[in-house]
């Protein structure tokens, strides 16, 4: 699958907010499945797509995203009729790149077939973590071998397959970290995302904190685990190309989060899904209503389940641009943050920034290093005029 330029991705992402049941470290827009009927649900999410075709004509679809919450929740058919329906809407003639969030217990031959059906070609596993203790203490629902088996018949059936890992758990070392990334780049995963726990407002684990239950690992001791993260991962043939993001090539990288990273448009839908589209008055972003309920009566009433929607500054634009920008390989292109902050960066901090190691510039893109990435919320920052 050919990597679309920059400025011509197009993604639409659908949140569906169930999962059977609520991670204690997750502050996503979630509800526990228990039995629903979703039939509502379902004709809302395909109504407010055609609704969010009338603002974004012309467009060219590459990449369609089902996350959530635990969309393998969904009826296959369901999935089927969204992609069908997002071809016909936005038609493409590159391929698209359909990803279906999953977690391991969800993952049976049946499911996965059923999914290859309805037109999916990209998997993401909610694996986690490879040791049983630490799955108890996220709250997940499989052990480590339904994560081994998963994964082994993910990969069989989808070969562009991309795990996710949580990492920095409390009291964990390097050496445990080491052994069990280990375990999963040896799985074959072309793609693999590893992500360091962090503890969110008002969830679970938030509380457990404030009850000194656990203690979080301090900032040194998970800046060493990044750091052994980065290494081990390139070593392994799976260099970074983001943050926190790693692909056996380019071929693997995500197009979805591309089009987040470089500022692209992606529609939002589903509860609580926020889009960003560039309309006449400008790149605005919307909000969904965060409520199952509140959503369906915003779709029945006004056409989007928009609950809000607001029009970025030029300068707000540029800092959007410069942050996400800078944390993937792409890194951002300098004329057009120059165009949008409407002045020139600041030529002084640029080539400080380029001596010391932290920062390229490459065809007229800017672009982090690794010990750049270390520090890349103080470098866009340090980059803003
Ligand atoms: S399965 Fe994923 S989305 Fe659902 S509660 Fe757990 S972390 Fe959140």
Known sequence: MPLPAPDQLFGVYIHWPFCARVCPYCDFNVYAAKSRDTSALEAAILSDLKAHAKCTPNRKLTSLYFGGGTPSLCRPDFLKD??????????????????????????????????????????????????????????????????LTAIEAALSVFPNTTIDMIYARPGQSIED???ELSEALGTGAPHISLYELTIKEKTAFAKQVERERFI??????????????????????????????????EAFWSRHNLTYWQSGEWLGIGPGAEG??????GRTTTQAARKVSDYIEAVESTGTGWADSFTLSGREAAEEALILGLRSKMGVERAKL???????????????LKESGHLLEEDGRLKLTEEGWLLADYISVELTP
């Open 177 to 179: 970290w080491k052994g």
């Open 338 to 352: 120059e165009r949008l902050f409407g002045e020139p960066l600041n030529d002084v901090k640029l080539t400080s």
């Open 216 to 249: 979080p690992l301090d900032d040194e001791a998970q800046a060493d685990l990044y750091t052994e993260t980065l290494s081990q991962c390139a070593d392994a043939g799976l260099p970074a190309y983001e943050v926190s993001n790693h692909a056996r090539s």
């Open 276 to 281: 960003k589209i560039n309309l006449d008055a």
């Open 82 to 147: 969204v992609i069908e329906l997002c071809e016909t809407l936005w038609p493409s003639k590159v391929p698209i790149e359909i990803t279906l969030e999953t977690n391991p217990e969800d993952v049976t031959p049946g499911a996965l077939n059923a999914w290859k059906a309805a037109g999916i070609n990209r998997l993401s596993l909610g694996v986690q973590a490879l040791n049983d203790e630490a799955l108890k203490f996220l709250g997940r629902n499989h052990t480590r071998a339904q994560a």
